[in-house]
């Protein structure tokens, strides 16, 4: 056992250049990694949490406590990685922190030598019984699911439904079934998509040669104010269909002015070679211009005109079926090959549309026919309120979730949710809800044509739900993103990318509550919700709706009585709030009684040589209420390490609010006898602690924001030992007040 007074790798050094970098390019990996599963907010890299994780399992070679027998196991599996002209533990010590560093790397996350040595180091280390790792707060399991890639055992826990869906099949089903599981979901895959073709086919209008679009290039429309006009405006950004290096397409218009009625644009593919000759944007921010008579339209009068068309991502038809209106079909994109083709649309695509229309009415009527014991096919679920932070397109009418999608989409939806709900195997039917939600993301209205990578873009590419006004309506046929194949052959590139594992624990619950003891040695990782206004559970409610129809009676989806209700779980109070429908007031006092109970339990959770790591939060707020509950709960923090995932370290400054910086606190629980510290004696060593590790670190090329939070935790371990501390006239010092001494003293050793 490593023993309570030897210090862990984590606690004196880290290769934060190496992991911020490996952490950096992860964001680019596309098959295979995790993140291909379902969409997250807040999720950490992998490779940040691989390398803290190891470095907080192993103990550092270099200290006095530290087990011979690890040394010499560990010395046998780095061999290689040392450098043959230094020896003994210092030697140790690096190779450690190279491997932690190479295996950051994602390419090298599956390797079956990395696997090996990096389970093997954590052998040598917890030679009796292997740790657990525990996150109650997992979101998408980051955390734990490198657990389980070091061989730990693993302990997920999250309030959200959603992210329990997404942890029981990265944790608990992908380490039982492997491959099985993926080739049963392509099996179901195939069945789905058969399906669809005899059920879904009619909706979608066939090119003479069969193909089946793979994309609906639309706009929403208004029309133009002007007495003497009246035309009717597509709202489009650019009227650039496609330039990439090799092919260029793009639309112009000509007015055509009938003897009857409103002038109106026709337009004509063309094969531009620069931006000459393509039309000026017929929306500017958010004003439009009449393409027919340049006629200014106010952000007035766009909102309001959108707002009788519910955001306007359906056409209007009159009662023969002919278009009159709503959105305007510019152009339908099909894959031949690997090549897309562009093409004017037709009557044919817009009579695709109207049968889908009268299809959804149809089933809609059916419904209320009916006994209504099911929940409506088609959610119809109120969008959080105008003014919430990120959501801008209730301002345009958009004021139920329904609304967001075409009703192709919802007619897609539908039948998907109806598919899954009769799959018996449980294990595939959440696996196919998450399928479900892969398409999801790229079937609705706020989703955009990429012109110069040819792609569609996702609804939540932002952190925001902003409008389109011109929008790529995805197939659920075919290979694009909207579709079932893609869906599946993405979430199966996971499952087989997997090397194998222990199987984890998942559990959906209130992490503030939870409660788990016993003396198998742990590490508490975690990364708990962030203080301030966070839409992460909003978003969530974009998912659940239509889950709640492909899992019914999935009592963690609909709690009983309450059927139709949303899901909000407020970030901002850390409470278990199910019931509300409306984002929480930022509530201070809660967040930081919140963050108190959470750090008390898991103080208890521990045992006095175990070791955590929690995730500093990004607002000085937050960071205030998180330093408090750990201190008054019973922790010393002895580290921080920061880990970018955006620019160079040197040339972020010290900027204390770097967004694209998460800093891990590394903290132990402190003994019940500490004693009480003096506040003029801390003052006191607290520049000579900062300027030496300022130094130390300096020395190995660490510099900026990096250097800033890495201070940081050395600079509360002097202050946190404590089990209070107290001032002269016997006056007990909050640990906020040091906090911003800590932040000053950073400052004047950081240079910008
Ligand atoms: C910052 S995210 C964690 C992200 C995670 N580390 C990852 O890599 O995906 C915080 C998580 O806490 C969850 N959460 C919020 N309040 C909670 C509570 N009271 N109990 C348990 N989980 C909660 C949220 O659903 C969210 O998934
Ligand atoms: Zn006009």
Known sequence: MISKECKRLVEVEFPINEVSNHSMREKFVRYGH?????????????????????????????????????????????????????????ALRKAMLKFIGDFADWGNANEPDFIEMGRGLVEAAYPEKVPLI????????????????????????????????????LLEEIPRYGRELAEELRRMGSEIEKQA???????YAQDPDGEMPYAHLWARTIRCTSSNCGAEIPLVRSFWLCRDDRSKKALRYKVIKPREGPPFAEFKLFEPITDLGIPEASIIRTRAVCLCCGNIISSEQVRE???????????????????????????????RGRKYHYRLPTEKDYRAVYRTKKRLEQMLD??????????????????????????????YGMSRWSDLFTARQKLALVFLTRCIQKIENPIIKDAMAIVMDRCIDYLSSICTWDVQRQLIVRTFSRQALPISWDFCEGSFFGKGPGGIENAIDWVTRVIEAWPGSKIGRVKQNDGTKHMLSDSTPRVWFTDPPAYGANPCDDFSNFFLP?????????LLLSPPGNPENTFVMSSVTVSDNTKSDSPQPENYAGFEEAVAKLFSKGRHMLNREDICSVVFNKT????????????????????????????????????FTNLTTDVYLICRPRPENAPVGSWEEILRELPQRVNSWAAHLQRQGICGSDLAFACIGPALEIFSRYCRVENVKGETIRPGIYLEKVFGQISTVVKD
């Open 34 to 90: 995790p993140s291909g599963l379902h969409l997250w907010r807040a999720r950490q890299p992998l490779a940040a949490c691989r390398a803290i994780l190891l470095a907080l399992l192993l103990p550092d070679p270099c200290d006095r406590h530290c087990p011979e027998e690890f040394k010499t196991k560990a010395g046998v599996i780095l061999q290689d990685l040392k450098d043959p002209l230094e020896y003994g533990d210092m």
């Open 134 to 169: 525990m996150d109650l707060f997992a979101g998408a399991g980051s955390m734990p699911l490198e657990a389980l890639r070091l061989g730990c055992d693993a302990y997920a826990g999250d309030s959200n439904p959603i992210a329990r869906l997404i942890l029981k099949f």
């Open 197 to 203: 073709m005899r059920e879904l086919a009619e909706f």
């Open 305 to 335: 005109q959108l707002s009788q068309q519910r955001g306007g991502a359906d056409v209007i038809f009159n009662e023969k079926g002919r278009r009159i209106g709503g959105a305007r079909l510019l152009a339908v994109v099909t894959l």
């Open 366 to 395: 059916d419904w209320e026919q009916s006994n209504k014991q099911e929940l409506p096919p088609v959610p119809d679920v109120s969008l959080p309120p105008e003014g919430t932070p990120n959501f801008r397109v209730q301002q």
């Open 546 to 554: 239509w889950l709640k129809r492909a899992l019914p009676g999935h």
């Open 620 to 655: 000085a707020k937050g960071r205030e209420a998180l330093v408090t509950g750990l201190i008054n709960e019973g922790w010393i923090i002895t580290a921080s390490w920061p880990i970018s995932t955006g620019t160079a370290s040197c040339s972020r400054g010290k900027d």
